[in-house]
């Protein structure tokens, strides 16, 4: 079993509409939760990070995080063509500040 | 926030040669990692660069073929050695950020094509 999961994609979305993006995770004792997009050709930027259960919101983007399940998503309100890229799933275990990432999923909004 | 470079941004090589990337952080940061992005995969944590010290290596990266230098706290460098095709990746540094406990950030990027 993989350690992060994330479905690859592509999620295809209109603009202006809720773009909804899952990741599970196979530690319980996982800690710390963080959300990464990555547009074609450039590096990881960090968007989210969520420690706790429950919603973190920070712009159009919300975090939610439920650990009892091994969950946590993204959700991108009002999307826009420039939200067109890969979203990582990225978990830390333990103490050592290890990211384990899942594959991503590539999300696509279209006009 | 801290700015991250990556030299060079890219390169093409030789197999059989190495090639040595260097990160540069413009303020001291504790944590530095170096991580591998195969085409079309994820990213994978190759190391942890330790300040003074040997780097972490994690389980199927050792030190032969990627030996890594952490002279001090805001530079660090990746060697990748005896390179071949299999060698073809993105090669990242992160930082572990000041403010946020285990927020990572990334720099730019090194692309290396090896034929």
């Known amino acids: 079993q993989k350690e992060v999961e994330q479905n690859s994609g592509p999620l295809s979305v209109p603009e202006g509409a809720i773009a909804s993006l899952n990741c599970t995770y196979s530690d319980r004792v996982s800690q710390s939760f963080f959300w990464y997009r990555q547009y074609s050709g450039k590096s990881p930027e960090l968007i989210m990070s969520i420690y706790s259960n429950g919603d973190k919101e920070d712009g159009r983007f919300t975090a939610q995080l439920n650990k009892a399940s091994q969950y946590v998503s993204l959700l991108i309100r009002d999307s826009q063509p420039s939200d067109s890229a890969t979203y990582l799933c990225?978990?830390?275990?333990?103490?050592?500040?290890?990211?384990?990432f899942g594959t991503g999923t590539r999300l696509q909004v279209t006009l | 926030s801290a700015v991250i470079s990556q030299k060079p941004s890219r390169d093409i090589c030789q197999r059989g040669t190495s090639l040595t990337i260097q990160c540069q952080v413009d303020?001291?940061?504790?944590?530095m990692f170096w991580y591998r992005q195969q085409p079309g995969q994820s990213l994978t944590l190759i190391a942890t660069a330790n300040q003074g010290s040997e780097a972490t290596y994690e389980s199927g990266f050792v030190i032969d073929k990627f030996p890594i230098s952490r002279p001090n706290l805001t530079f660090s460098t990746l060697t990748v050695s005896n390179m071949s095709p299999e060698d073809s990746s993105i090669y990242l540094c992160?930082?572990?950020?000041?403010?946020?406990?285990?927020?990572?950030?990334f720099g730019p990027g090194t692309r290396l094509t090896v034929l």
């Open positions: 303020s001291q940061v504790t944590m």
């Open positions: 992160s930082l572990q950020g000041l403010s946020v406990l285990d927020e990572q950030f």
């Open positions: 990225a978990v830390i275990t333990g103490t050592a500040s290890k990211l384990t």
